[in-house]
């Protein structure tokens, strides 16, 4: 289940990012998808609402409930939510990707709370390994967070469908040594070890990858918005000065 959901989800996103990077469309001029607009456009009444997001169009709760049940079950069992809710609201709701991983990253803490109290309580947590990797989250949060407000919208995409197909060929190396323990195929040990370097390898590349093309992407923006301000700066001393 998720090679095929992260497979069909990462292949739409990379998609529509390529399509986006060749039109040269910006965040400035985010276009409604097609299954957006046929979503907007069905009025079922006593159950829609608007939504600021959306430009003030509306949504009706029959589709958004679904959604929602879809997204909490994927996260409780194979932990891909954000993977699926990030793309859902950008596809089928027609939300801006910064809007979208704000969103996600809100219904994050609820949802997240709620699943996690859950494994406290079976005692499948470790919090000593919590508490250390609490402590970098902040700082890749604070850095995650500021480059969906200054890296283009198509970078972005980019970015979390090449991660999303990197994960999805990780855990397509894997598949055949879950088979094989289930008694479904049968090759040499010396295979599992292979597949399962192959398999972590694969995964290594693509959270680092992620990493790296974002940072670049933000020093980037960082360095541009420096720029700007001390031309700014320049030219009111110089105003001053006449």
């Excluded at 089928?92 to 699943?115: D, K, N, R, S, Y």
């Excluded at 996690?116 to 919590?130: C, K, M, S, T």
């Excluded at 030219?235 to 006449?242: E, Q």
């Amino acid at each position: 289940m998720f090679v095929i959901v992260l497979g069909i989800v990462g292949s739409l996103v990379f998609r529509d990012a390529i399509r986006m990077k060749k039109s040269e469309q910006l965040e400035q001029e985010h276009r409604v998808p097609r299954p957006a607009r046929w979503i907007q456009s069905i009025h079922i009444p006593y159950t829609m609402m608007r939504f600021k997001a959306l430009q003030g169009n509306s949504v009706s709760l029959l589709f958004i409930a679904p959604m929602g049940i879809a997204t909490g079950m994927l996260t409780a069992s194979i932990a891909v939510g954000g993977f699926i809710g990030v793309p859902a609201m950008i596809y089928v709701f027609g939300v801006p990707t910064a809007v979208a991983t704000g969103t996600e990253l809100f219904l994050a803490m609820f949802m997240g709370a709620f699943g996690a109290l859950n494994y406290v309580i079976e005692g499948f947590v470790d919090i000593r390994l919590v508490m250390l990797l609490f402590i970098g989250s902040l700082v890749g949060i604070y850095v995650g967070a500021y480059g969906t407000k200054f890296v283009k919208e198509v970078v972005i995409r980019l970015v979390t469908s090449v991660v999303i197909l990197l994960c999805v060929i990780s855990r397509g190396i894997a598949l055949p040594v879950y088979m094989r323990e289930l008694g479904l195929v049968g090759f040499e040990e010396a295979w599992v070890s292979r597949l399962n370097v192959a398999s972590k390898s694969m995964l290594f590349v693509a959270g680092v990858s992620g990493v790296l093309v974002i940072m670049f992407n933000v020093v980037k923006a960082f360095r541009r918005r420096e720029s700007i301000r001390r031309s700014l700066a320049a030219t009111a001393g110089l105003t001053k000065g006449r």
